[in-house]
């Protein structure tokens, strides 16, 4: 009986041991699959805190700043929007130097408005915004020889010196990545009355299509000096339009006066070509402006319309036309050789009556000639007579006097 006691007692201890560890591996399996989970939801809460204490608030209307982010996404989108296409794509390439004055009403968006409102930036307020937060380059200005690479960029605290742009230094400033602020009162947008930019017009073999696009812009100042007179237009420096583009389509525009709300973006307004710009020059192997190489006002004009009449038809000179434009075309110029056959008819009756007029007023002066000749022939015959008759009473008192 004890034997078999101590023996049921041994059974049931393992059992219970046995028992407590598939227990205890239980539990530890259960709280390693709870642990990452716990963390996780400590994390994410402790974030959310984070940001809703640390971060500024979003609302419309509460002195917050409305300006748009950008991610690296949409950077990469657009600057590797070209990066595929090579010389051996693009059968024929143009460059263009255009002006534009902020005074014509189309080019009116770039200037308006001059102060931030409501979130809303001219075009120069948010290049002076994204080259103080160290998020674009500028390069410097070579009049015609622009080259984008990194040893003609521009340091941003030699470019506020050079043009006397007051500044102060950004929390989080370093040497090597440096940020400074400027007051809005400080920005010189009512100075920038003309921006330059470079165009680029190319056949693109690709898609068989002609196409614009616009490789940079370079804000012009246009400052007097201390006694006035006429203001000295100082080019500031060139920024590529792929680094400006991922804010520039975040920045709703107002481009008409009809409609007053902003359905347009900067990125719109330049890729479609809203603008209106002359051109100043176009590359060349001697690099001179169409001022040096026309300085005649008149002879510039006409070369500026040349080159854009050629620019607007080189597309159009590319392609065949199909039965349809061929028709319409012929009927156009019969309407016009019929339209010029008939004004030809009518210049021919006009000519033909002023002749019949000019020959009956010639003949009518020639007859008045002859009248006044035979009037002229009469009259000396009638002094002939007299003289006769006056020669024939002498004679006959002479021959009575000698009769007696």
């Known amino acids: 009986m004890t034997y078999h006691s101590h023996r049921q007692n041994n059974s049931h201890t393992m059992k219970t041991i046995y028992r407590t560890a598939i227990c205890a591996f239980a539990l530890a399996t259960l709280a390693l699959a709870q642990g990452p989970e716990a963390d996780a939801q400590g994390q994410s809460t402790s974030t959310a805190v984070q940001r809703r204490t ?18 690296q996404r949409q950077q990469a989108f657009y600057e590797d929007a070209d990066a595929g296409i090579t010389d051996a794509d693009r059968q024929w390439m143009r460059i263009i130097y255009r002006q534009l004055d902020l005074d014509k009403d189309k080019n009116a968006p770039l200037y308006y408005p001059e102060e931030n409102i409501d979130g809303q930036e001219n075009l120069f307020r948010i290049i002076m915004r994204l080259l103080a937060n160290n998020q674009i380059h500028a390069y410097e200005y070579l009049d015609g020889r622009e080259i984008f690479a990194e040893q003609y960029q521009v340091k941003v605290r030699d470019l506020l010196d050079r043009f006397h742009i007051i500044y102060t230094e950004a929390k989080g400033s370093t040497e090597r990545n440096p940020r400074f602020t400027i007051q809005e009162a400080d920005v010189p947008t009512n100075e920038v009355l003309s921006y330059y930019i470079i165009e680029r017009w190319e056949f693109d073999t690709r898609n068989n299509r002609m196409r614009t696009i616009v490789e940079a812009i370079c804000p012009v100042l246009h400052r007097s000096g201390d006694f006035g007179g006429e203001a000295v237009k100082y080019p500031m420096f060139w920024v590529k339009f792929a680094d400006l583009r991922p804010w520039l389509a975040q920045q709703h525009i107002f481009t008409s006066d009809d409609n007053n709300l902003p359905t347009c973006t900067y990125d719109d307004y330049f890729t479609l070509n809203m603008y209106e710009g002359e051109i100043y020059k176009t590359r060349n192997l001697k690099n001179k402006s169409l001022m040096q190489m026309y300085p005649d006002p008149e002879e510039l004009t006409k070369a500026q319309d040349s080159i854009q009449r050629r620019l607007d038809s080189f597309e159009a000179k590319l392609w065949v036309p199909d039965r349809e434009e061929v028709i319409a075309h012929k009927d156009n110029d019969k309407d016009k050789k019929d339209k010029d056959e008939g004004v030809a008819a009518d210049n021919s009756e006009n000519s033909a009556n002023s ?16 009248r006044s000749t035979k ?7 009638s002094s002939k007579v007299k003289e006769s008759k006056a020669s024939k009473s002498a004679s006959a008192t002479r021959s009575v006097r000698r009769r007696k």
């Open 375 to 381: 009037r002229s022939s009469k009259r000396p015959k």
């Open 54 to 71: 640390s971060g500024p608030r979003t609302r419309h209307g509460q002195g917050e700043t409305n300006v748009p982010q950008v991610t």
């Open 355 to 370: 002749g019949e007029a000019v020959t009956n007023s010639e003949e009518k002066q020639d007859k008045q000639p002859k």
